[in-house]
């Protein structure tokens, strides 16, 4: 586990440039506090900081094969590492370390590029093949780990965050608008994009390959979720199967290992089946609130902990310690995420750290995969009643009819004059399906409807002319044979809300303190096992049934029944005290701040979302976006 950064050049690369590296690397330290570790060639230069996890004396990088015609630097965990060592041994390949990570260098040597479906774990690496002169960045397929790129005629930049690019000091500071309209809509930006203007993300299930030779780029998909195929076990033996597979290899750790542990399902079943395999003593991690209101869910964590004889360590998030960390959270999330929850992150991950404990687990991804939340099963149930319904042409053709002209003369002079009034039949005529099944989607985010009714009374001129209306439903894209509407809301929401929301901010708010997050409902076997299920058109729609029927039918091998049937709170924050006390510290910033020099607000606006209006109903309001985007801008700009 570490951050990575690094320049692949089309031109040779002079010693100046060693000092690029030195800052990018040494800006994601905190990534890394246990070692670095540099590779120069002529084309490509790399560097690394590491956490180190496991084979703490051995495993430091740059990591070589036998004759070292093959380089590697990685970030992140080879969860499987042990049963590819066995099996790459038998084939002859000599180890130097007990790092997981080597395993991705024979692998590559044995397999070729078909090496990367051998891997299972969260990583982004880079590697470079010597003999072919061809540089790898891979990402992993859920995108656990982060790569960031930035690329111009003559080089790639890459790092393990933006900041690590901004301080190479070869970005510009331009913002991209259509991102930054985007983040308004969803509280974040949803990748590949960034609000940096030409900085992407490797998206998650991608390679990008380097062809030094011809200065060639290219990018290739490797998995799609949507691609699982039918699996025709019964549901609950499949899921209890995986996990407890999930539960044998994902504790695999040289340093303690702790479980940040609510009281609810999600995280109740990973600390029952991290406890049931982890040989070390684990410890659990609970957040709460002062006075111990009825959300708070410490006594439920507590229960369990009791039960399985492991200490319990509570942390109280108050509104004090928002206020005094909320600059230094909202700048090491990387992205501006505008999620009020990501204080119980930056919190939890704090304690772990002073703690002495490396490797975190956490329940995130139940609710996405499991359907948990009611808003995305009234989503299934929707998208499915717009599909029963006419067909496009059917709708305007009985619109045209019911326009006909009655025996009026005016309305039939006016009928003629409008061309049968064939515009207003005709205006949502050629919109996708795709686009209305977004717009059904969409439909159950009240943050989302707030933007799309409001936002653009705020943005400048010259930013409006600039986005189209229509951006945010872009990301509502599936394949075309794909039927499967469950299928589709699911993964739709770990590729966006999932990905960019929850394990964005679990991996930079833990790496921030120089600790791992690993996320046990995330393994992507276990993503392929349930759209596998879901395909297999013999089982009962889980949607239909309670919310997460199969996790909670699985889980009863692990838990009591008391845990299991324990009605959802989900993390509940006193939000508008929150922002209220925010507001009043950090307000100010908005005021004619960067988003008014950038021409993203007008002048008056920043002027009212300054004193942060909160719309009934809103989690995360656009005054709030405002805040959250405009202090991470100011903090960014900086390092330019």
């Known amino acids: 586990m570490c951050g990575i950064s690094g320049i692949i050049s089309k031109e040779k690369l002079d010693i100046s440039w060693k000092k690029t590296l030195e800052y990018m690397t040494h800006s994601i330290i ?20 590491r956490l180190s996890i496991i084979d703490l004396s051995g495993g430091f990088q740059p990591l070589y094969n036998e004759d070292k015609t093959i380089i590697l630097i990685a970030n992140g965990e080879i969860y499987n590492y042990v049963e590819i060592t066995q099996s790459l041994k038998q084939k002859g390949h000599s180890f130097k370390t007990q790092s997981d990570c080597e395993t991705i260098i024979h692998c590559y040597e044995e397999y070729g590029e078909a090496f990367i479906h051998k891997l299972r774990g969260m990583f982004a690496f880079c590697l470079y093949d010597t ?26 930049f890459f790092s393990s965050e933006l900041r690590s690019l901004v301080s190479s000091k070869q970005v510009p500071f331009e913002l991209d608008y259509e991102s930054i309209y985007d983040y308004y809509h969803f509280q974040y930006v949803p990748e590949p994009n960034t609000p940096i203007k030409n900085v992407k993300k490797l998206y998650p299930g991608n390679l990008l390959k380097v062809f030094l030779n011809e200065w060639k780029i290219e990018t290739k998909e490797y998995w799609n979720p949507f691609e699982a195929k039918v699996d025709y076990r019964n549901p609950i033996e499949a899921i209890k199967e995986e996990l407890n597979e999930i539960s044998r290899i994902i504790i695999r750790s040289d340093v303690p290992i702790g479980v940040a542990l609510s009281g609810g399902l999600d995280s109740s079943l990973i600390t029952a089946i991290a406890h049931k395999t982890y040989p070390g003593n684990l410890i659990a991690f609970s957040v709460g609130y002062p006075g111990r209101p009825e959300n708070d869910e410490r006594n439920d964590a507590k229960k369990l902990a009791v039960k399985l004889k492991i200490p319990m360590v509570e942390v109280e998030l108050t509104t004090k310690g928002l206020v005094k960390d909320f600059s230094k959270m909202n700048f090491m999330r990387d992205d501006p995420i505008a999620d009020i929850s990501g204080y119980g992150y930056y919190s939890v991950n704090k304690v772990s750290s002073e703690n002495n404990i490396k490797v975190l687990l956490q329940g995130q991804g139940g609710d996405e995969l499991f359907y948990g939340y009611e808003w995305l099963r009234n989503s299934v149930k929707e998208i499915e009643k717009y599909k029963n319904r006419p067909s496009d042409f059917q709708q305007f053709f009985s619109e045209f009819k019911s326009n006909l002209p009655n025996k009026n003369f005016r309305d039939i002079f006016s009928w003629f004059k409008s061309f049968g009034r064939i515009r207003g039949s005709y205006k949502n005529f050629p919109r996708s399906k795709t686009h209305r099944s977004a717009e ?15 936002l653009h009374s705020y943005l400048s001129e010259s930013m409006l002319n600039s986005v189209n209306p229509n951006l945010p439903y872009k990301y509502f894209q599936h394949p075309k044979k ?6 589709l809301v699911s993964i739709f929401d770990c590729k966006m809300y999932l990905l960019e929301n929850g394990i964005a901010q679990g991996d930079r708010l833990s790496m921030a303190f120089g600790v791992e997050l690993r996320l046990p409902f995330v393994d992507y076997k276990l993503v392929e096992l349930v759209v596998g299920l879901r395909k297999n058109e013999k089982n009962l729609r889980d949607y239909n049934q309670a919310p997460k029927f199969w996790l909670k039918e699985a889980a009863k091998d692990f838990l009591e029944p008391e845990v299991i049937n324990r009605p959802k709170k989900g993390f509940a924050p006193p939000v508008l005290e929150w922002h209220r006390e925010l507001f009043k510290e950090y307000g100010h910033q908005i005021m004619n701040g960067i988003l008014v020099e950038k021409d993203v607000l007008n002048a008056s606006a920043s002027v009212e979302l300054s004193s942060g209006p909160f719309p009934a109903g809103a989690i995360s309001p656009i005054s709030f976006k405002t805040l959250v985007l405009e202090n991470w801008l100011q903090q960014l700009r900086e390092l330019f």
Request: proline fraction near 4%.
């Open 131 to 156: 003999k072919k002169n061809l540089v790898y960045l891979v990402r992993d397929r859920m995108g656990e780990k982060p790569l960031y790129i930035y690329q111009n005629k003559e080089k790639v």
């Open 440 to 454: 059904k989607f969409y439909e159950f985010n009240p943050d989302f409807m707030i933007a799309k009714r409001d």
């Open 30 to 49: 905190h990534r890394g506090p246990d070692g670095f570790g540099n590779y120069h060639s002529q084309n490509l230069m790399m560097g690394m900081r």
């Open 482 to 487: 794909l039927t499967n509407t469950d299928i």
